[in-house]
């Protein structure tokens, strides 16, 4: 059996809220699981010296329209969000957490937080909206409270950053197949077919 | 008529390559002409606080494997320049001195000045590279040289850059259709869609 694409993602980046609407589709039609991974890319552009795109010049305002016009093009439902982008340490323990209890259920409530953050305009680097969309979900406010403020769950998303940098990743989405990486939702072209072809 | 698309673009650009093997076929389909215009983005960095590719951690050799990836994607030849980047004053003057003379031919040369840096390895930031390249597109090397050192032209690819700059052009390809802008060769798709319904 293959082993699974590895999906890199930042709650707080529209385009790896992109590759969430279609990665595990894309796979699924030649037979490999996904396996997805939260980071926080303001780690990691200390160490690629980059910056958020809104703070860019040109750049910026070019992205915003680029966000919303590469959304209609998938067909995928966007609100701007009003505080962009956030700090996404919550969401992303909220993730760890539950993929140590039930890490099934990872993606379902990974969609549940991207939708809230880029549908529904909720600020989920508000630990409360956090907590509160986990509910909505199913999980127990209580023991989200709890595992936010837990030292293994800092402890497991700081290796997990740690070990995406060690890997290259330096964007969201970042996606690596059998060792190869991919950058960006607008690969989602090349991975179809380096999928069907195994390489080229 | 529609107007023309505007395809903007720098020499050095692997991306900026790809774009010019597709934007004219790709216009044909929709009647549309393209008009072609290489700028300098070392220039353009200077207000983006960007820096070439190479140079950025991780992304970089992220990206020398991605335009690799990518040129095979698009069944287009390229073989990885010794010397990347590079200044592009050289073959900018060129064109724009061709645009003054015999407009219709400018795209020919540019494919030409493209082709011989990155299949032939020919480094187009030495005057007298470019002017071989020229050359060998049947202009006249004399010509060329004394172009290369024309204030008038100078002052063309000076004002050209700062139009693109005002534009909003922060990258390459930049391509502008009727006011909407994409950058980057991964956009082709959109631009087609674009192109066909006239926006969406």
């Not at 969609?111 to 509160?132: M, P, Q």
Request: proline fraction near 7%.
């Amino acid at each position: 059996m293959p082993s699974p694409v590895e999906f890199y993602f930042d709650f707080s980046s529209p385009y790896g809220y992109i590759g969430s609407e279609k990665i595990d589709a894309l796979a699924a039609k030649y037979s490999r699981e996904v396996t997805w991974r939260p980071i926080m890319l303001g780690v990691v552009f200390k160490t690629t010296g980059s910056a958020p795109l809104p703070s860019i010049p040109l750049k910026g305002p070019y992205s915003a329209r680029d966000i919303a016009r590469t959304t209609k093009f998938h067909g995928i439902e966007y609100r701007p969000p009003s505080i962009f982008p956030i700090s996404t340490v919550s969401p992303c323990r909220a993730f760890y957490w539950l993929d140590t209890r039930d890490a099934k259920r990872t993606k379902g409530l990974a969609r549940a937080l991207y939708r809230a953050y880029f549908v529904e305009n909720v600020d989920i680097s508000e630990a409360e909206n956090t907590i509160a969309v986990c509910e909505k979900f199913g999980l127990k406010a209580n023991e989200i409270r709890a595992a936010l403020a837990d030292q293994t769950i800092k402890d497991r998303l700081r290796s997990e950053i740690d070990k995406a940098i060690a890997l290259g990743v330096f964007g969201s989405p970042y996606i690596i197949i059998d060792g190869e990486p991919f950058w960006g939702s607008d690969r989602l072209d090349q991975i179809d077919r380096w999928l069907q072809t195994g390489g080229w």
